[in-house]
């Protein structure tokens, strides 16, 4: 729902202005890191204003929504549901979030509908994106990151979780996602992989290609950021 998003939104309304730029790079401490062109343009103000909104130049466009990722997670839950499952979608943005913040609340979800609906299997969806700084130099994406950072988690426990790209390709990796379970842990240990070390390389792909468990699409032709779900029996 906020089309100047989309692909940078380059031929929509442009609600962000200059002085915010500005801020942003002092907050950041940013300024010694641009091209001297580039710094001339702030400090002196001459900055250009992207279009606004109500502004004559876009009197007769209009944009349409063909697909959006709140369709993609309806259409995962309504598979899921054909298999008898009991779901519970949760559209909230995550941008801002880190994978720890996103994992602990997928989980308790997770968790209180496992209580309502005890002997029956519960799966909890989500799409969006969420904050995933690379801080190795491994191969992998934030798809495969999230599943990661969940395997110790979910040690042991009657518990999957997938997570993938819609476009079908993750951060620098070739595949979309991965899948893990409550034995993956274990899986892992029996050849010798620890998930930690595999995250501090941000190399998640090598943890789960060597499982077997990296989910490989090939490039979709579609791209509505990621889909994500917890199933639990």
């Known amino acids: 729902d906020t089309p100047s998003s989309v692909a940078s939104g380059p031929t929509m309304p442009d609600d962000s202005t200059a002085e915010k730029c500005k801020q942003l790079i002092h907050d950041l401490n940013l300024r010694d890191q641009l091209p001297p062109s580039i710094r001339y343009l702030f400090d002196e103000g001459r900055l250009p204003e992207t279009p606004k909104s109500g502004k004559g130049t876009f009197q007769d466009s209009s944009w349409h929504c063909l697909l959006s990722s709140a369709d993609a997670v309806d259409t995962m839950a309504h598979a899921a549901e054909r298999l008898g499952w009991i779901v519970e979608t949760d559209q909230e943005i995550y941008d801002s979030w880190s994978v720890d913040q996103l994992m602990d609340h997928m989980i308790t979800k997770l968790e209180h509908l496992q209580h309502q609906h005890a002997g029956q299997v519960v799966a909890v969806l989500s799409g969006g994106e969420y904050s995933c700084p690379v801080?190795?130099?491994?191969?992998?994406?934030?798809?495969?990151?999230?599943?990661?950072?969940?395997?110790?988690?979910?040690?042991?426990?009657?518990?999957?979780?997938?997570?993938?790209?819609?476009?079908?390709?993750?951060?620098?990796?070739?595949?979309?996602?991965?899948?893990?379970?409550?034995?993956?842990?274990?899986?892992?240990?029996?050849?010798?992989?620890?998930?930690?070390?595999y995250a501090t390389r941000s190399d998640s792909h090598g943890f789960f290609a060597q499982l077997d468990d990296a989910v490989m699409t090939g490039p979709t032709g579609n791209n509505v950021r990621d889909l994500r779900i917890f199933v639990a029996w």
């Open 135 to 197: 801080i190795g130099d491994g191969i992998g994406g934030r798809n495969q990151a999230f599943v990661l950072e969940c395997v110790s988690r979910i040690a042991g426990r009657r518990v999957a979780v997938l997570s993938a790209g819609t476009d079908g390709l993750d951060g620098s990796s070739p595949a979309a996602g991965a899948v893990a379970d409550g034995e993956s842990l274990n899986r892992a240990r029996q050849i010798r992989l620890d998930p930690e070390t």
